[in-house]
């Protein structure tokens, strides 16, 4: 029998890198130069956004995967060396070098003014903390989807930290995870607290402000808070998949496809906001987005048919250059806007064709640049970091395609 302990899980990477990417594309378009059907349509693909909360699901699935085996089984937690080594050697190559491209190439070549906020912002991506205050939100100018990478970094921090207190409690199995429940729950009414007393003034918070003032204009909706209450379902959606692992039968196709029901009739629902603030205006739908997610996650690996579909040679490539794409992709279409073309800005495009071209040309270039940052920079950093492990087994949950 195939071993399908991590099937879907290459599928929503895969898919969640496609709808961000096709969200950042479908916004560069005037929609009022399009038919009606034309319209419809790239309203719907900005709903691609909700992409990022698939990621946080994800993330959550498959770094808390270990944990639930090891309090399962009654052993003490994973090494947290091993997990600040593997999340470190997976992420932060790519991010730096994204990172310190984007800010080298910000003040010079796309001419935005030098000043100290920039370089603070810049610091604060280049040591991990940019997620905590909405000034350094963006820790970059002209590469938007890093705000993203600064939340789940905070995320990866609190998740061994809360999982921590349920092996130190008396509890294992289904009890374990109501446990979990109250964890979310907790975190839930934090971000409602942050609604309540972080709101930041008024003064320059707006996206006519630039990046900073949207980021004011973001906070606290989008909070470390709220996006550690989505990485928290996936923790969630991990504990149940290993309860149930062993099981296989059509009704986890059925469970898979429900899950994608509810995700898919999460944004019809919330059709054309492209935020869509659910529960405590945590975004992205919270929580019937992340549920839905979740629930693939849960299933697929015990699906009798979806897991093959989920497994093909296609999909493990896209989901193995995720990060590189979701990284690149911004900062050439803000290249593209600053040096070639600058009606190539928000719902700023008129002549369609060229924005298909562009947009084309702009995704298979965001490809070529993963494709070879995965081969040239993030692999082998990868090989090194498990040389660091010295002689632990290595965790096929931790796998550099699964991280």
């Known amino acids: 029998m195939a071993d399908t302990r991590l099937a879907g899980a290459d599928f929503v990477r895969a898919l969640a890198c496609l709808m961000v990417v096709a969200h950042h594309v479908a916004q560069r378009v005037a929609p009022d130069v399009l038919p009606p059907a034309g319209t419809w349509t790239v309203l719907s693909i900005t709903m691609g956004a909700f992409g990022v909360s698939a990621f946080f699901v994800l993330s959550g ?9 090891a309090l399962d089984a009654g052993e003490r937690m994973p090494s947290l060396r091993i997990y600040a080594i593997r999340r470190g050697a997976r ?5 730096w070098l994204a990172l310190t491209v984007t800010f080298l190439l910000s003040f010079t070549v796309l001419r935005f003014p030098f000043d100290g906020i920039l370089v603070l912002r810049y610091l604060s991506g280049l040591f ?41 409690l008396p509890v294992r199995g289904w009890p374990a995870r109501l446990a979990w429940l109250a964890v979310i729950a907790a975190v839930v009414g934090l971000q409602f607290l942050a609604l309540r007393y972080l709101q930041p003034d008024a003064f320059g918070r707006g996206w006519e402000h630039g990046t ?28 149940v998949q290993v309860q149930v692992a062993r099981l296989r039968s059509g009704w986890f196709d059925l ?19 492209a935020d869509g603030f659910g ?4 975004p992205y ?8 997610v979740a629930l693939i996650l849960i299933a697929t690996p015990s699906s009798v048919a979806l897991f093959r579909i989920t497994e093909i040679a296609p999909v493990a490539y896209i989901a193995r250059v995720s990060f590189g794409v979701y990284v690149w992709h911004y900062l ?34 965001s490809f070529l640049v993963a494709t070879l940052s995965y081969a040239l920079l993030e692999k082998p950093v990868i090989r090194w970091a498990r040389s660091l492990e010295g002689r632990a087994t290595p965790n096929p949950t931790l796998s550099p395609a699964a991280g």
Not at 155 to 163: E, F, G, V
Not at 268 to 273: A, D, E, R
Not at 350 to 361: D, E, F, H, K, Y
């Open 255 to 273: 469970l898979a496809l429900a899950g994608l029901a509810i995700a898919i009739g999460t944004m019809v629902w919330l059709y054309p906001v």
């Open 212 to 239: 900073v003032g949207g980021a004011k204009f973001w906070w606290p909706n989008y909070s470390p808070f709220g996006f550690f209450a989505i990485f928290a379902v996936g923790a969630l959606a991990a504990g």
């Open 332 to 365: 050439l279409m803000e290249i593209v806007r600053v040096l070639w073309q600058p009606r190539y800005i928000y719902w700023g495009m008129t002549n369609v064709s060229a924005w298909a071209w562009i947009s084309l040309g702009v995704v298979a270039l």
């Open 285 to 292: 739908g919270f929580p019937f987005f992340p549920i839905g």
């Open 128 to 168: 991990l903390v940019s997620g905590f205050h909405w000034l350094t939100w963006f820790p970059v100018e002209f590469n938007g989807p890093l705000w993203s990478i600064g939340a789940e970094i905070i995320s990866y921090a609190a998740l061994p930290i809360c999982l921590m207190l349920l092996f130190r």
């Open 61 to 69: 699935y498959l770094l808390s995967r270990p944990f639930w085996l």
């Open 279 to 282: 529960l405590a205006n945590v």
């Open 91 to 95: 992420i932060l190559p790519g991010l």
